[in-house]
C-alpha cells in the first residue's frame, strides 16, 4: 500500500485528455511538500517529467502539466500520443516517514 | 553532462549482504544542495525509495528498511554506496540511482538500474 495512492491506469485515444491523479494527506502533500512526476516507459530508467508540482524540465513537452491542491495533485496530458504510453509516478516528501515517497504508479494506455 | 551508473553483483543468496556502487559525473556531492537516492522496483511492480545521502552528508532511509541499509559517499571518487543486508528473494528488483539538485527533491538524473537476483 503506497503512501500516495495512484489509480492503477488510465487510458485514452490519440489527441484527448487524460489527467492521473497522487492523493496524499497532511505528512506529505498536504504539508506542502513538493509533488514530483515521472514517465517511466518501458524497460528503462524513470525520467523527470514535472518538478516542483508545476515546473516542466528542459525537453519536456508542454503537453504535460502538473497541479496541487491541498492534498492532492494531478498531471495532465493534453494531445495524447502513441509514444505517451507508460507508466507514471508521482513523488513527494512524508515528514512522518522522514523521506521521500512515491506513488503506486499509473499505466497510461493509448487507445 | 550529468550521468549516474550503478554497478554490482547479479545474484545474491538469501541472508548475505548487497553492496551496490553509483558512480557518478558532472557533479559534485561535496556542493551545497546536491543529493544522491537510491530506489528500487521489483518486477512489475512500483518504484520504492530507499536512502537518500546529501552533500553535507546527512542521510536519509526509508522507514520499513531502515535497519537493514547503510548509504555512504566518497567524494573523492564521485561515488555513493549502499548496502543492504539479509537479502531476501523479495528484494530482487531493478535497483537505481538518481541525483537531486539544488533546492528540490525531484531526481532530475537516473542511472540505468542494476538487476539483483535474491536466490540460493
Known amino acids: 500500500q503506497s503512501v500516495l495512492t495512484q489509480p492503477p491506469s488510465v487510458s485514452g485515444a490519440p489527441g484527448q485528455r487524460v489527467t492521473i491523479s497522487c492523493t496524499g494527506s497532511?505528512?506529505?502533500?498536504?504539508?506542502?511538500?513538493?509533488v514530483h512526476w515521472y514517465q517511466q516507459l518501458p524497460g528503462t530508467a524513470p525520467k523527470l517529467l514535472i518538478s516542483?508540482?508545476?515546473n516542466r524540465p528542459s525537453g519536456v513537452p508542454d503537453r504535460f502539466s502538473g497541479s496541487k491542491s491541498g492534498t492532492s495533485a494531478s498531471l495532465a496530458i493534453t494531445g495524447l500520443q502513441a509514444e505517451d504510453e507508460a507508466d507514471y509516478y508521482c513523488?513527494?516528501?512524508?515528514?512522518?516517514?522522514?523521506?521521500?515517497?512515491f506513488g503506486g504508479g499509473t499505466k497510461l494506455t493509448v487507445l | 553532462q550529468v550521468t549516474l551508473k550503478e554497478s554490482g553483483p547479479a545474484l545474491v543468496k538469501p541472508t548475505q549482504t548487497l553492496t551496490l556502487t553509483c558512480t557518478f559525473s558532472?557533479?559534485?556531492?561535496?556542493?551545497?544542495?546536491?543529493?544522491v537516492s537510491w530506489i528500487r522496483q521489483p518486477p512489475g511492480k512500483a518504484l520504492e525509495w530507499l536512502a537518500r545521502i546529501d552533500w553535507d552528508d546527512d542521510k536519509f532511509y526509508s522507514t520499513s528498511l531502515k535497519t537493514r541499509l547503510t548509504i555512504s559517499k566518497d567524494t573523492s571518487k564521485n561515488q555513493v554506496v549502499l548496502t543492504m543486508t539479509n537479502m531476501d528473494p523479495v528484494d530482487t528488483a531493478t535497483y537505481y540511482c538518481a541525483r537531486s539538485g539544488q533546492g528540490t527533491l525531484g531526481m532530475d538524473v537516473w542511472g540505468q538500474g542494476t538487476t539483483v537476483t535474491v536466490s540460493s
Open positions: 516542483g508540482n508545476s
Open positions: 497532511s505528512s506529505n502533500i498536504g504539508a506542502g511538500y513538493d
Open positions: 513523488q513527494s516528501y512524508d515528514s512522518s516517514l522522514s523521506g521521500s515517497v
Open positions: 558532472g557533479f559534485s556531492l561535496s556542493t551545497s544542495g546536491m543529493r
